[in-house]
């Protein structure tokens, strides 16, 4: 059965569920659809480029319910947000799969071999071929809220989810070129969290480290937080816009009194029931007043 497409061609098209395919000369363009049915997280994600050099192979497999699954699989270390899910990802926030009616395999089995002879290497790579999402980026953890501008991530607690821990070192501020990598646990798990790994620091539970940022049920989504570690994970590696033309510092914004007052509230309770000392308390009631 012939085909009446060329991948020579640019700009042609293979649109499945979710997502269509658009094959250029040296990369694939997927466009994710929006809407209802669509994952959340490739809604989020819009679109992306994928340079064939960072492609490892392409597989075309029977899928579910009358269906067809082209994947094109990416090299280990091409892809910054395959790389800090670490194989996290439930199949269907996949987005290197495309799903297609069963009629259409002929079509599909087409474009996978035109594919498969562009491809030329399969093993590691030595630097991410796939841009990171852009910052700046933030969402709203369990415990805190984290942002990022390219070049800082800060962390900011919530009195009502913070550790004691945490509210005594503070909210924290991170330059990338003090970290050496990121590690998400998917929010759909239990302990779900983002660290961030500095160094040889002494590894200890996310709920009690300055470093992380702890999901719960509703907090940290995956279509959120892991854009966001992918984002950080590019810039840790030197790739990515906001990391080779770094941004200019933004002033810190002046803080709300109310909120100041709250937690001021909140660092009073702790140093009644004893979990900070007068020392303490005294130091980070004047951090938080200088804020004003």
């Known amino acids: 059965m012939g085909v009446p497409h060329t991948m020579s061609r640019m700009g042609d ?3 499945g569920f979710h997502a269509a395919w658009e094959f250029e000369s040296d990369s694939v363009l997927i466009r994710y659809q929006r809407g209802l049915r669509t994952p959340k997280l490739l809604s989020a994600l819009g679109e992306r480029r994928i340079p064939l050099a960072a492609i490892g192979r392409v597989t075309l497999s029977a899928g579910r319910r009358g269906t067809v699954v082209l994947r094109a699989e990416p090299r280990p270390g091409a892809d910054p947000l395959m790389e800090a899910a670490a194989g996290q990802l439930k199949e269907g926030c996949d987005p290197y799969r495309l799903v297609l009616p069963a009629e ?6 087409y474009y996978a071999e035109e ?5 030329t290497r399969s093993g590691p790579a030595d630097r991410f071929l796939v841009d990171a999402p852009e910052a700046p980026l933030s969402f709203k953890a369990y415990d805190g809220k ?3 501008d390219g070049r800082t991530v800060r962390f ?3 009195w009502t989810g913070a550790s004691s821990a945490k509210w005594k070192a503070g909210d924290q501020s991170f330059p990338v070129s003090e970290l050496s990598g990121v590690e998400w646990r998917s929010p759909e798990v239990f302990e779900g969290h983002l660290r961030l790994l500095r160094g040889e620091a002494e590894p200890v539970q ?8 702890v ?17 950080v994970l590019a810039a840790v590696r030197g790739r990515g816009a906001s990391a080779a033309v770094p941004a200019p510092a933004a002033p810190a914004p002046r803080r709300d009194p109310a909120d100041i007052a709250e937690r001021i509230r909140h660092l009073g309770e702790l140093h009644v029931a004893g979990l900070v000392t007068d020392e303490e308390f005294s130091v980070k009631k004047a951090e938080l007043l200088a804020e004003l």
């Not at 594919?115 to 491809?119: D, P, S």
């Not at 996310?206 to 940022?213: F, I, K, M, R, T």
């Open 13 to 15: 098209v293979l649109a």
């Open 104 to 109: 259409r395999e002929t079509l599909a089995e």
């Open 115 to 119: 594919l498969r002879e562009r491809l």
């Open 146 to 148: 984290a942002s990022f």
């Open 156 to 158: 900011r607690w919530f």
């Open 206 to 213: 996310a709920d009690q480290d300055p470093g992380a940022v």
């Open 215 to 231: 999901f719960g049920l509703g907090y940290g989504p995956v279509h959120e937080s892991l854009p966001f570690a992918a984002a």
